[in-house]
């Protein structure tokens, strides 16, 4: 394995998302943003920053909206901030209900929102907080709008619908490598608990349960000719964001330096995540669908 990234090419040329509806999660900066500007460009009609920061969402629709390209191919384009807090229940249904009110298709849900936690923290749920973000809230928004991703099949048979989670090769790095889990335990209550916490592999950890909700969530998707989505994991890689800025200063000494020396821009990274959500569940594994499919590097590992 080589020490540097491979280089990720530019999305298939004839890709086009006109008259779609795509929601973001995390779409204020970093590679939400940067994704939510090449979805535009690509021509999606409708999109939703599903932002923690209704004034920073704001904000980022007025820059995206602002954008030469974007007012030059896609001057109709609809771009809404919607408030979500996903270390809240409560916010995640509210946000869904208020787009299954809204909306009359929903064809990419890109959860790209997450978090990275160097101490203990415990969300409004009881959860601990990476878990909560990370994890549990995205697996229930995604449930919560399926059927609008359904829907959505049945009537546009001309593409495929696609939940994309920006996972991390991370999972590999998991407590449970050096930790199993008893047999006994409750798995919840287990990762809600302070005793049982590490600030090194708590990220990992979450990671992992993406990794794992996803190819779950994927083998129980109908996949008849009328109704199809697919759910897929993807590794942006290493990406020259500010994501570990919440770790301690000695942390993020070896981190920066990392990303000095080998991180993808934002750009490269945003292109990435979204090679999975509008092109992999077409093109990926010689015609065979990403459905459950953990992608690095535009290529996909089952």
Known sequence: MSFFQAQIPPLPADISLRGQTIIVTGATGG????????LLRLGAANLILAVR???????????????????????????KAVDLDLSDYQSVSAFASRVLKTEDRL??????????????????????????????????????????LLKTSRTSPDHTPTITWVGSLAQAFNSLQSTPLPRSAAILPHYASEAHYSRLRRYADTKLFVAMFVRTLAAHLPQGEAEVVVVNNVCPGTVDTGADNNLPFWLRIPMNLNRALRARSVEEGATAVLWAAVAAPERAAGGTRANGAYIADNAVSR
Do not use: W
Not at 31 to 38: C, D, K, M, V
Not at 118 to 143: D, K, P, T, W
């Open 31 to 38: 590679i939400g943003y940067e994704a939510s500007l090449q």
């Open 53 to 79: 920061n209704i004034q920073k969402g704001s904000a980022a629709r007025l820059s995206l909206l602002a954008d030469e390209q974007v007012r030059a191919t896609n001057p109709s384009a609809t771009v």
């Open 107 to 148: 064809d990419v849900l890109l959860l790209n929102a997450g978090i990275n936690l160097a101490h203990f923290s415990r969300s409004v749920s009881g959860h601990e907080m990476c878990m909560q973000v990370n994890v549990l809230s995205n697996a229930v928004l995604s449930l919560l709008l399926l059927p609008l």
